[in-house]
Every structure is written in C-alpha cells, then in structure tokens.
C-alpha cells in the first residue's frame, strides 16, 4: 500500500499524519487494519518522519519467507563508503564518546 501519495491517502479519508505524525496509537491502529485486510497487502510504503523527502517500507511478516538478501552490509562498511558520514551532516547529529 503507497502511503506516500496524496491520492491513495486520500481514497483512505487519512492524510500525511499516517507517516509523520507523532500518535503510535493511530499509526499502529492503521497498520493492523491494514494487515487484517482481506486483500493481504504485503506492506506500507510511507514518508519518514524525520526525511520527509525519503521514503521508506515496512514489510508485514507474511512475506519474509518470499523475500531475498540482495546485498547485505554493516554499519561501519556504510560508514567507509561515506553513507555514515552524509547521514551525520545531513542530519546535523554528533558521536560523542
């Protein structure tokens, strides 16, 4: 299901709220309905809160059996490939130690 568009959020009598609001209870309520629809979707694509140009999926359990690991990595090998790094000036976050 594509959170992500204003017309399917629309159709749904929901808005951006689903994504990027801050009530767990109403994002978790809708999650389980949606889980629970007869359709059986697979997962949720949605706007991340703190990205709002970034997408994101989050994939219900059913599905894990038919899912496959293409290209699998660490934190530190993202971090040496600069991912670590642009993620921290992006975000304007700080490692203390």
Known sequence: ???TQGPSLYKLGADAELSVGRDRVLTRTWSEAFHAHPCRIDGLA???RHGPRQDCCATFDRVIANLE???QFGLWEY?????LDEFIE???IQILS
Request: no cysteine; hydrophobic share 35%.
């Open 79 to 83: 971090h040496l490939g600069g991912g």
């Open 46 to 48: 949605y706007v991340a």
């Open 90 to 92: 992006k975000y304007g």
């Open 69 to 71: 690991i293409e290209n």
């Open 1 to 3: 299901m594509d959170l």
